[in-house]
């Protein structure tokens, strides 16, 4: 063979050579970046699998605990769990949404009692009264409120109003700031509008709002008692109802409204996989035996 005819072969030998080894990378490289992706898809269903874990936790309490009294003494309310599992850890804790401001009381345009209570809360928190008459005009069936606001929102919102599932469809009211809303969110909830009020886990700011007439000192005391002494009967809840307030004021008030036990829980739940952080926001129904605990529904994961 020729010098001429080797060094051509030499030369489609090298770019054969170079062609086979940027193949090869390629191939390497999509299988490292599938490989990647398989990984991370196997961490995310792990990572869920803990937020599970902890709901399965939730419920099996809630289970176990269904006498017709629920405090803040008890197990689901004084510990926040936090579990470490292979590679991470799953953390959150119980709360009682019953111990809260029912936001669907307002749907109820006949029960001025809520409606008066409301504007006593968010005067106490230090928001404006408007935003008591916009969420009230929110949730109040037929859509009523500021029409042209609700327009003017990208996509435009048709405000049909009536009860809500979740405290979150509040970010819609016209006029309602997010740390406004993040101000309120301890202190409402979103629930079937014959929800009683829990006064065994209900906080001052609730317990006052409701009570008109009652001192914020008689309120005070109220709670000290029960962290002792929770109300195990709804006769002994009236009778300190009726002793913290005027014989008028406990006349007119619906003593229907409050109770001593609670249906409705919520957990925030934070799930760790080796960096990685999921969160999910999980509401628990416990109706009464035999029906059983269950998940009502559920918001996330996020990261």
Do not use: C
């Given at each position: 063979m020729s010098r001429r005819n080797r060094g051509f072969v030499l030369v489609n030998a090298l770019v054969l050579v170079a062609a086979l080894s940027a193949v090869s990378l390629f191939l390497l490289a999509r299988a490292e970046g599938a490989r990647t992706r398989l990984a991370e898809g196997q961490g995310a269903v792990q990572t869920r699998l803990y937020l599970d874990a902890f709901e399965a936790l939730a419920l099996s309490m809630l289970t176990a605990d269904r006498g017709p009294v629920d405090h803040l003494g008890e197990g689901w309310a004084t510990t926040r769990y936090t579990v470490p599992l292979d590679r991470g850890e799953v953390s959150g804790q119980l709360v009682d949404l019953q111990g809260r401001f029912n936001v669907n009381w307002l749907s109820n345009i006949e029960d001025l009692e809520a409606h008066a209570a409301f504007d006593r809360l968010l005067a106490d928190l230090g928001l404006p009264s408007a935003r008591a008459r916009a969420i009230i005009d929110f949730v109040t069936p037929g859509g009523r409120g500021d029409i042209a606001a609700f327009a003017r929102n990208v996509p435009a919102i048709n405000p049909v109003g009536g009860p809500i599932l979740m405290l979150?469809?509040?970010?819609?009211?016209?006029g309602?700031?997010?740390a406004e809303l993040a101000r309120l969110r301890p202190y409402l909830a979103a629930l079937p509008g014959d929800a009683t009020l829990?006064?065994?886990t209900a906080p001052a700011r609730v317990l006052y709002s409701l009570l008109p007439g009652a001192s914020l000192t008689a309120v005070d005391r109220l709670i000290q008692n029960r962290a002792t002494d929770p109300f195990a009967s709804s006769e002994a809840l009236a009778t300190k109802l009726a002793s913290i307030m005027s014989a008028d004021a406990f006349k007119e008030l619906d003593e229907t409204r409050f109770g001593i036990g609670s249906?409705?829980?919520h957990a925030e739940i934070a799930a760790?996989?080796?960096g990685r952080i999921l969160r999910r926001q999980t509401v628990f129904e416990r109706p009464p035996p035999p029906a059983r605990v269950?998940?009502?529904?559920?918001?996330?994961?996020?990261?």
């Amino acid at each position: 063979m020729s010098r001429r005819n080797r060094g051509f072969v030499l030369v489609n030998a090298l770019v054969l050579v170079a062609a086979l080894s940027a193949v090869s990378l390629f191939l390497l490289a999509r299988a490292e970046g599938a490989r990647t992706r398989l990984a991370e898809g196997q961490g995310a269903v792990q990572t869920r699998l803990y937020l599970d874990a902890f709901e399965a936790l939730a419920l099996s309490m809630l289970t176990a605990d269904r006498g017709p009294v629920d405090h803040l003494g008890e197990g689901w309310a004084t510990t926040r769990y936090t579990v470490p599992l292979d590679r991470g850890e799953v953390s959150g804790q119980l709360v009682d949404l019953q111990g809260r401001f029912n936001v669907n009381w307002l749907s109820n345009i006949e029960d001025l009692e809520a409606h008066a209570a409301f504007d006593r809360l968010l005067a106490d928190l230090g928001l404006p009264s408007a935003r008591a008459r916009a969420i009230i005009d929110f949730v109040t069936p037929g859509g009523r409120g500021d029409i042209a606001a609700f327009a003017r929102n990208v996509p435009a919102i048709n405000p049909v109003g009536g009860p809500i599932l979740m405290l979150e469809q509040l970010a819609d009211v016209p006029g309602l700031t997010g740390a406004e809303l993040a101000r309120l969110r301890p202190y409402l909830a979103a629930l079937p509008g014959d929800a009683t009020l829990n006064v065994n886990t209900a906080p001052a700011r609730v317990l006052y709002s409701l009570l008109p007439g009652a001192s914020l000192t008689a309120v005070d005391r109220l709670i000290q008692n029960r962290a002792t002494d929770p109300f195990a009967s709804s006769e002994a809840l009236a009778t300190k109802l009726a002793s913290i307030m005027s014989a008028d004021a406990f006349k007119e008030l619906d003593e229907t409204r409050f109770g001593i036990g609670s249906d409705w829980f919520h957990a925030e739940i934070a799930a760790e996989l080796e960096g990685r952080i999921l969160r999910r926001q999980t509401v628990f129904e416990r109706p009464p035996p035999p029906a059983r605990v269950r998940v009502a529904y559920r918001l996330g994961a996020r990261p």
